[in-house]
Nanobody
Framework: QVQLVESGGGLVQAGGSLRLSCAGSGSIFRVDRMGWYRQAPGKQRELVAVISSNGGTNYGDSVKDRFTISRDNAKNTVTLQMNSLKPEDTAVYYC??????????????WGRGTQVTVSS
């Protein structure tokens, strides 16, 4: 079993910044990819940013040049720095991890989500 614990989020005014963090623990052999997705009310879950174990990144078009993702492979943590936030960034943000557990069984896990609200 793998647990993902998210922290950060909250309420911020447009133009402000927030930082989200996610820590993985449990039966982890290797995490190949970690990242963040978000879901706004009435909309589908969408990619925010993901980062691979070698540092390669992929961002959603709407957050490029505003958000930065980073990770600590040794600690199985991922951080999302969000700058220049807009009201349309309001959503529940979910941490995601893809890898292998200690039995070398592949896994995909999601965190419980953290609310980000950007006021205009």
């Amino acid at each position: 079993q793998v647990q993902l614990v998210e922290s950060g989020g909250g309420l911020v005014q447009a133009g402000g910044s927030l930082r989200l963090s996610c820590a993985g623990s449990g039966s982890i052999f290797r995490v190949d990819r970690m990242g963040w997705y978000r879901q706004a009310p009435g909309k589908q879950r969408e990619l925010v940013a993901v980062i691979s174990s070698n540092g390669g990144t992929n961002y959603g078009d709407s957050v490029k040049d505003r958000f930065t993702i980073s990770r600590d492979n040794a600690k199985n943590t991922v951080t999302l720095q969000m700058n220049s936030l807009k009201p349309e960034d309001t959503a529940v943000y979910y941490c995601n991890a893809v890898g292998y557990n200690r039995d070398y069984v592949p896994f995909t896990y999601w965190g419980r989500g953290t609310q980000v609200t950007v006021s205009s």
